[in-house]
């Protein structure tokens, strides 16, 4: 199955989720609870942050999106990065979530 969440365990007391997408992509989200401050909290929290979430196929969250009218923050392109000697391409898209942070989904092309 591509694109596959999968909610791996929660602690609803706590407010807290641990999901995995394609199993390589694990991600534990949780509220506010005081435990983790460092600050004083202001939206949008995400400030400066964009977390990489590298699947092998983009379009299907995309369409996932699209349906529930979310919209995107950055429209689907494809991007050449430079590292060393290799050329990395990738279609990829921002979405930001609720609380302000950037998710950047990422497939890798073929050149």
Do not use: A, C
Request: no cysteine; aromatic share 14%.
């Amino acid at each position: 199955m591509v694109n596959q969440v999968k909610l791996e365990y929660e602690r609803e007391g706590d407010k807290f989720l641990f999901v995995s997408l394609e199993e390589e992509n694990q991600m534990m989200l949780e509220e506010i609870n005081g435990y983790w401050d460092t600050e004083e909290l202001k939206y949008p929290f995400g400030r400066g942050i964009n977390f990489l979430i590298d699947i092998k196929n983009i379009q299907p969250v995309i369409d996932r999106l699209r349906k529930q009218k979310h919209p995107l923050f950055r429209e689907p392109s494809v991007s050449k990065y430079k590292s060393n000697y290799t050329t990395f391409i990738q279609k990829e898209f921002l979405v930001q979530d609720p609380d302000g942070y950037l998710l950047r989904f990422s497939q890798e092309m073929e050149d």
